[in-house]
């Protein structure tokens, strides 16, 4: 009771339901947030710590970036909140301009994103060296597979297409999504022998592919949360894209402080705590079997983890 009369108390301010309509799109950093509202930092601050306070928000801090995000760990609170963003006008002057101002944001980081994959799609060493080594990081996702051939796979951020051609005589078919056009050629041109004419990659946007629900029996993560603004929208879409007790393969470097790969590698987030993929895991319906771990042996490259989930089984119809 106490913890819902905070929330209500704390959401009683206009610019603290601007912040929050924003959050409700996914999280931000505070500069993003200075930027988007139109207010002083100190201000906005303000506000971020008094909506943590009341248990609405979470803030987490990477390197010299601080990420904020609806808390979901509250159903009372939650419930407060959605009722609080659904009775929200739409059509109001102030969440109208913030959500064009929320646009030219992620306009802008999708510019520098696609400029950095524009710039390396066709040098395979400056692409591979964050993830090192390769080799034993593919090996060690194969072995997490059953022996028997699966029969469709996604690769979603298919990149060059190396996860297709590395799953390729274990599937029967594969189509891999990748939003970048550059990258997309250098995949046509690697999946273009012979032995790869069950595989073909398309452009869309990962977190919303055309491809149907259910009909996946292996979905790769690759290497593609960190690029992401909202990372649990692609493994929402995987967990869509599965069939009862498909596979999901999940790439990423575990946290890390290497504020260098922001800059070199145009990524949004320095690696993941296991918990936190846990969670997103969780929350999309899949079930988390195992994590593994793959040590670069490098102090300039961090630990790569590799998460497999499964779809549950599907329920047997009763009467």
């Known amino acids: 009771m106490k913890r819902i009369a905070t929330a209500l108390k704390t959401l009683g301010h206009p610019d603290r339901l601007r912040l929050l309509a924003l959050l409700s ?11 988007i ?21 979470e803030r987490m801090r990477e390197g010299s970036w601080v990420f904020s995000r609806l808390r979901q760990d509250n159903a009372g609170v939650s419930a407060v909140v959605a009722t609080a963003l659904a009775t929200l006008p739409y059509n ?38 964050e993830y090192l080594p390769q080799a034993d990081i593919e090996a060690a996702m194969l072995a997490l597979l059953p022996e028997a051939v699966l029969g469709f ?25 990748d939003a ?17 004419d069950h595989l ?23 290497q593609v949360l960190h690029f ?33 790969y922001r800059e070199d590698y145009a990524h949004r987030r320095l690696g993941f705590e296991e918990t936190e993929i846990a969670r997103y ?5 899949l079930d988390l079997q195992s994590v593994s771990a793959v040590p670069s042996g490098k102090a300039d490259t961090p630990t790569v983890k590799i998460w497999h989930a499964r779809k549950p089984a599907a329920k047997l119809a009763t009467g």
């Open 200 to 222: 073909s990659v398309q452009q869309a946007d990962l977190t919303q592919t055309k491809l149907s629900a259910g009909s996946a029996d292996l979905v790769t993560l690759h």
């Open 228 to 260: 992401l603004d909202d990372p649990i929208l692609a493994i929402r879409e995987a967990a869509r894209l599965l069939a009862p007790e498909g596979h999901l393969l999940l790439t990423d470097f575990e946290h890390h402080t290497l504020e260098n």
């Open 92 to 129: 109001d002057a102030d969440l109208a301009a913030d959500r064009a101002r929320l646009s030219d944001v992620r306009a802008e980081r999708s510019r520098q994103a696609e400029a950095f994959f524009a710039s390396v799609a066709n040098d395979r060493e400056q692409l591979g060296h």
């Open 37 to 57: 509202l139109d207010l002083s930092q100190p201000r906005v601050t303000q506000y971020i710590k008094s909506l943590e306070e009341a248990g609405i928000i």
């Open 25 to 35: 799109q996914g999280e931000l950093t505070v500069s993003e947030l200075v930027k």
């Open 180 to 196: 970048s056009a550059d990258m997309l050629r250098v995949a046509r041109h690697t999946l273009a022998e012979t032995a790869f």
């Open 153 to 177: 796979m996604v690769d979603l951020g298919t990149g060059t297409g190396r996860m297709l051609e590395v799953f390729a005589p274990h599937i029967d078919r594969g189509a891999g999504v």
């Open 281 to 285: 895991l969780s929350e999309t319906g």
